[in-house]
């Protein structure tokens, strides 16, 4: 729906398709380009009430209800954050399985959201089985040839989550919301059966990345340069660590870390604060570290429009996610991407930052980031099949104690925090911190967009009646 002012345009869309949750979208349009922007979480999901009273160990269940496609993430940081409040040591073997089913879901995410959720922004469905654009003139620019390779990615591409799906159940016992997760480790010990069977499927998902979905990417990409021209934001990132590389918890795959202001930092967790004065939550709570947070409604507050807080790192915005994670490590880039990059855009990238910021933290840059992320992915768990060792012990059970924890990963859309504090074997205080309450923070108390809103401010519509690229980048950050 759009409503004229004068030169300016308001342009709502509610509610924003193919995310997972609820997500509402607000801009102003002047002279063909957003000059302002509001996103508003309209839903309140109380989970941290919720657990509220309930024993600490059902806070690695409940909180998987979170999300349907990353409940593997909230699993775990639940899990370390109870290890942590109790003083529990997760074996070695338990580290490793917890990686092969984090890893899956890696994988998993990634592929459906290029292909599931943002591929309809950019591929034309058969016309047996039309995919259904939401604007009359969706801006669908790719040639017949590769067009048919993207409908005929998109199909097998189901198949390949289905794959995925299974590897996570083989060890989480089910997918989604896992049961092999849990504080102590895992409940699955692998067997040498089991683990024959994660590798002839990880096979099958390696081949589709390697072939399909990396070269895609780049192929897509090469039709919309333009994509790569804006969406920048704050140009912060933020990454809390995954896939923890020993069983002390200090050396990780992706390790933490800040990007703000164009300088590097460590990550952290007393840096990290939430401000309401934009959401539907008292002023009273606004300013307090993530771990002494309240969640005390005020939802007739005058001038909040959100339920999302604004989660802040250092007194700033972050964006978190395959970018955040990407960037922070500067990790390097693929060899079937360092090809591409030269063929289709005439770059020399060997390493992540090559990409220069504007390119990086673009709405196209945010495609690359995740596809280049399921190629590492392949590696990361190569290198857990190798490590786990058959019918070893995964398990170590916490005792209770009142104390208080916190625990850190990354899910694959980005930097999840949890924080448990336990007092007379029930859950006194909990606290969450997701990927999107980052992404799509409301304004902070001193009147900074979140992250996505931000981004937002100068994407291109030349029609207000068809404001595909808004879509678009909501949909880039995966919310």
């Known amino acids: 729906?759009?409503?004229?002012?004068?030169?300016?345009?308001?342009?709502?869309?509610?509610?924003?398709?193919?995310?997972?949750?609820?997500?509402?979208?607000?801009?102003?349009?002047?002279?063909?380009?957003?000059?302002?922007?509001?996103?508003?979480?309209?839903?309140?999901?109380?989970?941290?009430?919720?657990?509220?009273?309930?024993?600490?160990?059902?806070?690695?269940?409940?909180?998987?209800?979170?999300?349907?496609?990353?409940?593997?993430?909230?699993?775990?940081?639940?899990?370390?954050?109870?290890?942590?409040?109790?003083?529990?040591?997760?074996?070695?073997?338990?580290?490793?399985?917890?990686?092969?089913?984090?890893?899956?879901?890696?994988?998993?995410?990634?592929?459906?959201?290029?292909?599931?959720?943002?591929?309809?922004?950019?591929?034309?469905?058969?016309?047996?089985?039309?995919?259904?654009?939401?604007?009359?003139?969706?801006?669908?620019?790719?040639?017949?040839?590769?067009?048919?390779?993207?409908?005929?990615?998109?199909?097998?591409?189901?198949?390949?989550?289905?794959?995925?799906?299974?590897?996570?159940?083989?060890?989480?016992?089910?997918?989604?919301?896992?049961?092999?997760?849990?504080?102590?480790?895992?409940?699955?010990?692998?067997?040498?059966?089991?683990?024959?069977?994660?590798?002839?499927?990880?096979?099958?998902?390696?081949?589709?990345?390697?072939?399909?979905?990396?070269?895609?990417?780049?192929?897509?990409?090469?039709?919309?340069?333009?994509?790569?021209?804006?969406?920048?934001?704050?140009?912060?990132?933020?990454?809390?660590?995954?896939?923890?590389?020993?069983?002390?918890?200090?050396?990780?795959?992706?390790?933490?870390?800040?990007?703000?202001?164009?300088?590097?930092?460590?990550?952290?967790?007393?840096?990290?604060?939430?401000?309401?004065?934009?959401?539907?939550?008292?002023d009273s709570t606004s300013g307090k570290p993530f771990t002494k947070g309240e969640n005390v409604l005020e939802v007739d507050k005058k001038g909040a429009y959100s339920f999302v807080k604004a989660p802040l790192y250092n007194g700033k915005p972050m964006e978190v996610g395959p970018l955040a994670r990407m960037w922070v490590n500067n990790k390097p880039i693929s060899p079937i991407g360092q090809k591409l990059f030269k063929e289709y855009f005439g770059l020399d990238v060997k390493n992540f930052r090559d990409m220069g910021e504007d390119l990086a933290f673009s709405l196209l840059g945010r495609h690359v980031a995740r596809a280049e992320e399921s190629y590492l992915m392949l590696d990361v768990v190569e290198r857990f099949l190798k490590e786990v060792r058959p019918d070893e012990e995964t398990f170590s059970m916490p005792v209770m104690k009142d104390s208080e924890g916190f625990g850190f990963t990354e899910a694959p859309r980005g930097s999840l925090m949890h924080f448990t504090k336990v007092r007379n074997g029930k859950i006194d205080n909990y606290q969450i911190v997701s990927a999107t309450l980052w992404n799509c923070a409301p304004r902070n108390d001193t009147g900074m967009r979140g992250a996505l809103e931000e981004a937002l401010i100068g994407v291109p519509v030349p029609d207000i009646e068809n404001p595909v690229n808004i879509a678009r980048l909501i949909r880039a950050f995966d919310p």
Request: net charge positive.
């Open 1 to 282: 729906m759009a409503e004229a002012t004068q030169t300016k345009t308001t342009i709502a869309i509610d509610p924003v398709t193919r995310i997972e949750g609820h997500l509402k979208a607000e801009v102003v349009v002047e002279n063909g380009k957003v000059v302002d922007a509001k996103l508003t979480g309209g839903m309140y999901r109380g989970f941290e009430s919720i657990l509220r009273g309930r024993h600490p160990r059902d806070a690695a269940q409940i909180v998987q209800r979170i999300c349907g496609v990353c409940p593997t993430a909230h699993a775990t940081a639940a899990s370390i954050a109870l290890e942590k409040a109790s003083g529990t040591a997760v074996p070695s073997n338990g580290r490793a399985t917890r990686n092969l089913i984090l890893g899956a879901n890696y994988l998993q995410s990634h592929i459906l959201h290029f292909y599931h959720l943002a591929g309809q922004d950019f591929i034309q469905g058969p016309d047996t089985a039309p995919f259904m654009p939401r604007y009359a003139k969706p801006d669908l620019r790719l040639p017949p040839a590769i067009n048919a390779v993207g409908v005929d990615q998109y199909v097998e591409a189901l198949e390949v989550r289905a794959v995925c799906h299974e590897m996570v159940a083989l060890f989480g016992g089910r997918m989604p919301h896992v049961h092999g997760i849990l504080a102590g480790g895992a409940a699955e010990i692998p067997t040498k059966e089991k683990l024959v069977e994660y590798a002839a499927r990880f096979k099958k998902v390696r081949k589709f990345v390697e072939e399909k979905y990396l070269p895609v990417v780049y192929l897509v990409g090469s039709q919309y340069k333009d994509l790569g021209a804006f969406g920048q934001g704050y140009r912060n990132a933020l990454c809390v660590g995954v896939f923890p590389l020993d069983d002390e918890g200090k050396e990780f795959v992706f390790k933490a870390g800040a990007y703000q202001d164009g300088k590097d930092m460590p990550f952290d967790v007393k840096r990290v604060t939430e401000d309401v004065k934009f959401s539907w939550f008292a």
